[in-house]
């Protein structure tokens, strides 16, 4: 049991290169998240997707696209990668029940990302 | 809107003796209130949470913390700090209602356990 995982966990841009990070789970949970973590400023999320087939936007999401593949993934997407997006961003997923957590959030281990 | 805060960038407490994290949040309807603690380099790791019940709530590697409505705030506690929990600290709520659209975080507290 992996729990939530995450890759690439380090990578490097330059400015205008996009990627898309990767992030799966195998606790079976319906809900998906990703924060970025920046130093002060504690964890600020992205985007979310509630269950399979939908997404919202969360606290700070311009900049980013995502994408709920299935049940297990969620992919993050930088189409233009600029210096502010430099950060660790964390994949994490719970299981939810209407409009309610069932138990916390799970995150993986991040991805630390420098934009050049 | 939701928020956290927690007014202590640093706490240093010496081994043996009791630690206090602070915490207060301001949310419409009952809080889901919830402890992270994050080491160099990893990820988070759950702590313990509040969702309804009993305001003192016990969680892992003997740490509790205390839900009080009035004051709106949610203090992480322990009665013998140890070295190894020198890490950074976060509280979190549930954006809305019951947290499904995810949690916000407050800037963390550095907690450092002196030998």
């Known amino acids: 049991n992996a729990g939530v995982t995450q890759t690439p966990k380090f990578q490097v841009l330059k400015t205008g290169q996009s990627m898309t990070l990767q992030c799966a789970q195998d606790?079976?949970?319906?809900?998906m998240y990703w924060y970025r973590q920046d130093p002060g400023m504690g964890l600020r999320l992205i985007y979310y997707s509630a269950s399979e087939g939908t997404t919202d936007k969360g606290e700070v999401p311009n900049g980013y696209n995502v994408s709920r593949l299935n049940k297990r993934e969620f992919s993050l997407r930088l189409e233009s990668a600029a210096p502010s997006q430099t950060s660790v961003y964390f994949c994490?997923?719970?299981?939810?029940?209407?409009?309610?957590?069932?138990?916390?959030?799970?995150f993986g281990p991040g991805t630390r990302l420098t934009v050049l | 809107a939701q928020s956290v805060a927690q007014p202590e960038d640093q706490v240093n407490v010496a081994e043996g003796n009791p630690l206090t994290v602070k915490c207060t949040y301001s949310?419409?309807?009952?809080?889901?209130l919830f402890w992270y603690v994050q080491y160099p380099n990893r990820g988070l790791q759950f702590l313990l949470k509040?969702?309804?019940?009993?305001?003192l709530v016990k969680g892992s590697y003997g740490f509790e913390a205390e839900f009080n409505k009035s004051q709106t705030s949610f203090h992480l506690k322990k009665p013998s700090a140890l070295v190894s929990d020198s890490a950074l600290y976060f509280c979190?709520?549930?954006?809305?209602?019951?947290?499904?659209?995810?949690?916000?975080f407050g800037k963390g507290t550095h907690l450092i356990i002196q030998p």
């Open positions: 949310v419409s309807g009952n809080p889901y």
């Open positions: 994490a997923s719970a299981s939810v029940q209407g409009i309610q957590l069932s138990n916390e959030q799970f």
């Open positions: 606790m079976n949970h319906n809900s």
């Open positions: 509040y969702i309804t019940g009993d305001n």
């Open positions: 979190a709520v549930g954006r809305s209602g019951g947290g499904a659209d995810g949690l916000t």
